[in-house]
């Protein structure tokens, strides 16, 4: 990483705060400015990008999830175009920690939720770990969705990213074990899925301003 990769980043995210996008704290501006950056090029709205917040208490180590079909972000299922061809679904799980460096921890808490939120045959009822509504809502959505397209579902993938201020080149053994045991734990939880987990530091979050989106179709 550069070294004034973070001073341009703060940048960044001291603009967001004048505007108040989503709103004056910088740990929140820079949480949003993650969202927008790692789901760019789906081309989501202001409300979008909050709706997939759940960033709170009892979140499971999760900040923001997001359920896309065919690109398409999926907020409630009952309103929502369902298509009736080819099916393409795909889930987002970023996490977000202003920190200058990638910690251990919210890994940590992220193999612990894993392991039974995306265990679908789980009533919310037999669910060891406390989840807030918001964490549980999404849960049901993937449930749904997921239940919804099988029989046109071409594609599905879960897409784990973990964003801070750190240097995405410098991570530790520890922490990169822990990424590949959620990748692992993903896959016995649904076999035919692509399963990918991405760190974006400073310098990577930069990047990403400053390109055009490839919006998805």
Not at 81 to 106: M, N, R, Y
Request: glycine share 6%; proline share 3%.
């Amino acid at each position: 990483m550069a070294k004034n990769d973070t001073l341009l980043l703060d940048g960044i995210i001291d603009d967001r705060i004048d505007i108040k996008l989503p709103s004056n704290r910088r740990d929140e501006a820079f949480e949003y400015l993650a969202f927008e950056q790692i789901l760019k090029d789906y081309d989501l709205s202001t409300d979008e990008i909050k709706s997939g917040s759940v960033d709170g208490r009892n979140d499971g180590g999760i900040d923001g999830f997001f359920i896309l079909v065919n690109g398409h972000l999926l907020i409630d299922p009952e309103s929502f175009s369902w298509p009736k061809s080819g099916s393409q679904l795909e889930v987002w799980v970023i996490t977000c920690k202003h920190h200058d460096t990638f910690k251990q921890a919210p890994l940590d808490s992220l193999v612990a939720s894993i392991s039974e939120l995306f265990d679908l045959g789980l009533s919310t009822d037999q669910l060891k770990g406390d989840y807030s509504e918001s964490i549980l809502k999404c849960r049901e959505n993937l449930k749904f969705a997921y239940r919804k397209v099988s029989p046109r579902l071409s594609s599905f993938s879960i897409n784990y990213s973990y964003a801070s201020r750190g240097d995405a080149l410098t991570i530790g053994t520890s922490i990169t074990a822990r990424s590949e045991q959620i990748i692992t734990l993903s896959k016995d939880s649904f076999g035919s899925c692509d399963v990918s987990f991405l760190f974006y530091g400073a310098t990577e979050l930069v990047e990403m301003h400053r390109k055009m989106p490839n919006f998805c179709l």
